[in-house]
């Protein structure tokens, strides 16, 4: 399984940016997919998932209004649209595939690159 995330870059608080992750090498349709992010010094940690197969998403608190996850099953890929960005929003943004939904880094074998999110004040 390959996970290959894109759509970073800088911009201004208040933004908006739409992260992508492509995978490749698997059924998508029976995964989760998980974003997480890890700013300088800090774990990484969860920020929204996709139950692929009910639709079902979840998010973390500091996220929710501001971000929307979602997925296109015949292009294998997932999204996260993130609105409203703040300077704290700053972070490299990983995606993960697993099969069960975890919000624990730990629990996902196969991981994305990541793409680098800063927010400027």
């Known amino acids: 399984v390959q996970l290959q995330a894109s759509g970073g870059g800088l911009v201004q608080a208040g933004g908006s940016l739409r992260l992508s992750c492509a995978v490749s090498g698997r059924a998508f349709s029976s995964h989760v997919m998980t974003w997480f992010r890890q700013a300088p010094g800090k774990e990484r940690e969860f920020v929204s998932a996709?139950?692929?197969?009910?639709?079902?998403?979840y998010y973390a608190d500091s996220v929710k209004g501001r971000f929307t996850i979602s997925g296109d099953k015949a292009k294998n890929t997932g999204y996260l649209e993130i609105n409203g960005l703040k300077p704290e929003d700053t972070a490299v943004y990983y995606c993960a595939v697993g099969s069960s939904y975890s919000r624990s880094p730990s629990e996902y074998r196969f991981w994305g690159q990541g793409t680098q999110v800063t927010v400027s004040s």
């Open positions: 996709l139950r692929w197969g009910g639709g079902n998403t």
